[in-house]
Nanobody, 123 residues
Framework: VQLVETGGGLVQPGGSLRLSCATS????????MGWARQEPGKGFEWVCG???????YCEDSVKGRFTISRDNAKNTVYLEMDSLKPEDTGVYHC??????????????????WGKGTLVTVSS
């Protein structure tokens, strides 16, 4: 299983970025896909998840600003981030799993992770 995130970078407050996570080694359409972030000096935070049927969940801190989507033909998941704030700064990781679990707000254990891509929101 391989997950590779791209699209991070430096952006000014109020700006936008689109992250991509290209995957291989598993049946993409049968797995829940999620994004989580590690903020510098802070804890780990779940961001958004997208289910096999395309329905999505996002945490309140990003709801209305971030949109998660998946392309099963390309085995890729995206995170569109708008109206970015300095507190959105962090390393964004893509993750996947298919086992039901109470371990995160998506309801599925995230068993495989990418190495992450750094997003910096600063003027």
């Amino acid at each position: 299983v391989q997950l590779v995130e791209t699209g991070g970078g430096l952006v000014q407050p109020g700006g936008s970025l689109r992250l991509s996570c290209a995957t291989s080694g598993f049946t993409f359409s049968s797995y829940v896909m999620g994004w989580a972030r590690q903020e510098p000096g802070k804890g780990f935070e779940w961001v958004c998840g997208v289910y096999m049927n395309g329905s999505a969940y996002c945490e309140d801190s990003v709801k209305g600003r971030f949109t998660i989507s998946r392309d099963n033909a390309k085995n890729t998941v995206y995170l569109e981030m708008d109206s970015l704030k300095p507190e959105d700064t962090g390393v964004y990781h893509c993750a996947t799993g298919k086992r039901p679990s109470w371990s995160n707000p998506f309801g599925y254990a995230m068993d495989y992770w990418g190495k992450g891509t750094l997003v910096t929101v600063s003027s």
